[in-house]
């Protein structure tokens, strides 16, 4: 029986991530053989150089299978077996807007978390809606892979939009990352670790992390080796600074938290205040830049040298080096479990619907699920400590008014939604902060009454 192959397509085909995934899926193609992998983004010249990079990568080191790209939904979307979704509505130029503005106005800016990352939410419902529907009219059975970011904002409204489609998997990569970066401290195989997790996107905590030869949970020794070593990504030589310090910053979590590892995006709802000085003053020393500052001029610039030396050499002999790329290695994963039906276990978002039996149904949560060719299915928690809810519900209850804000064209919802917030948690901050980002946003948000 002939190998199957798959026919891909990657929306954000601009994105500084491709490189890196066009790579991992040379490096993978065995695992998850290709027929077709088509790069789709509207920004047409922002892909050029990455489509044209994966032209001469696929011709020298994946020639059996097809790459192109496009700028046309319908090329795009057609006859597809997985569309992987990393759409970043408002591009890097929106979430820089969100950091300064933040920041100008006395609150954290972050892409996914804070006011930042509610007005990116309210950016990417829109343009994921229309995604999801375009879609369907031309793969109607396609697995839709989605990791557009802020991933909860964004899952909570296609539940919404989308019932009754059981082939959208809504996932995060950093559960993942926690779990290959504490492979690195324990000095393990990755593969050997069997976590046991709750939360909501980018805000969620391991219990156990099992190791699978014996069985033994090695959270006791984690607590102790994090104490002693602290803590770093998996791919620390690769990682700009900031991200060294958010890893690290699981070392002062734990201290004050020592039951659970944390998600490294814990920080920001355990620490506002110290969080907003440290990263103010950090701005402020690099003559005003923020984050997402650091990212185009780090990340971006490395990715699209990197396209560019190998169009002007018209070889990636003796320029790229097929190294791993945790983040797309873990889609790839996740694609090729669906595909074969393996029951492989990841970290996903799904509707509640008793998993963490002390949270409302219909809260997007994260946890463990075994990947199968009829879906995820996920594995529940039991109740979570007092704490822990209490936090989760806060945040659930402000994601949902901000995707009722967006459905309701509602003003008073988006405030209620931008009080809770654990990083605003002030109405007259909320009031100023949302009258500024319904301005900006004039050209992504619906119109809010």
């Not at 027929?35 to 994966?54: H, S, T």
């Not at 790459?67 to 408002?90: N, V």
């Not at 994921?128 to 009219?137: G, K, T």
Request: glycine share 8%; aromatic share 10%.
């Amino acid at each position: 029986m002939a190998e199957k192959r798959y026919n891909v397509c990657i929306v954000g085909g601009g994105s500084t991530y491709m490189p890196g995934f066009l790579k991992s899926f040379v490096r993978l193609q065995k695992d998850f053989p290709l027929a077709k992998l088509v790069l789709f983004d509207i920004n047409g010249p922002r892909q050029e150089p990455v489509g044209k990079f994966g032209e001469i990568l696929f011709r020298e080191m994946y020639p059996n299978a097809e790459i192109s790209y496009t700028t046309d939904e319908k090329t795009a979307y057609t006859d597809m077996d997985f569309i992987f979704m990393q759409m970043r509505s408002g591009g890097l130029e929106g979430r820089r807007s969100d950091e300064h503005t933040c920041f100008d106005h006395g609150i954290i800016g972050q892409e996914t978390v804070g006011a930042g990352g509610m007005a990116y939410g309210m950016r990417s419902i829109g343009d994921m809606i229309h995604a999801i529907h375009a879609i369907r009219q031309y793969s109607p059975n396609a697995w839709c892979l989605n990791y557009s970011n802020p991933a909860a904002i964004v899952a909570e409204a296609l539940r919404r939009e989308f019932p009754e489609d059981k082939r959208i998997l809504n996932i995060c990569d950093q559960p993942e990352n926690v779990v290959r970066s504490t492979s690195r401290l324990l000095d393990v195989d990755w593969n050997d670790l069997e976590p046991v997790y709750f939360g909501l996107n980018h805000y969620g905590w391991f219990t156990h992390m099992y190791y699978k030869p014996t069985g033994e949970d090695l959270m006791p020794k984690i607590r102790k080796l994090v104490h002693e070593k602290g803590f770093l990504p998996q791919d620390a030589e690769q990682r700009d600074p900031s991200w060294l310090e958010t890893y690290g910053n699981v070392q002062m979590m734990m201290e004050d938290y020592p039951e659970f590892l944390p998600n490294t995006y814990d920080q920001y709802y355990l620490y506002p205040l110290y969080k907003f000085q440290h990263l103010n003053e950090e701005r402020m020393a690099a003559g005003n830049k923020t984050r997402a500052d650091e990212v185009i001029e780090g990340r971006e610039k490395r990715a699209f040298g990197e396209c560019h030396r190998c169009i002007d050499a018209g070889t990636t002999k003796g320029i790229v080096d097929i190294h791993s790329d945790a983040h797309a290695e873990m889609m790839i994963e996740v694609a090729s479990a669906i595909a074969h039906n393996s029951g492989r276990r990841y970290i996903i978002i799904t509707e509640n619907n008793g998993l963490i039996n002390n949270m409302q149904d219909d809260a997007m949560v994260e946890v463990v699920a075994e990947l199968t060719a009829n879906g995820p299915r996920p594995m529940g928690v039991g109740n979570i400590p007092q704490f822990y809810l209490g936090l989760l519900v806060q945040q659930v209850s402000c994601e949902k008014l901000l995707v009722d804000a967006y459905f309701e064209h509602s003003y008073q919802k988006a405030l209620e939604a931008m009080t809770l917030n654990r990083l605003v948690n002030d109405t007259k901050k909320a009031h100023e902060i949302l009258d500024i980002l319904i301005e900006e946003n004039k050209d992504y948000w619906p119109e809010l009454k």
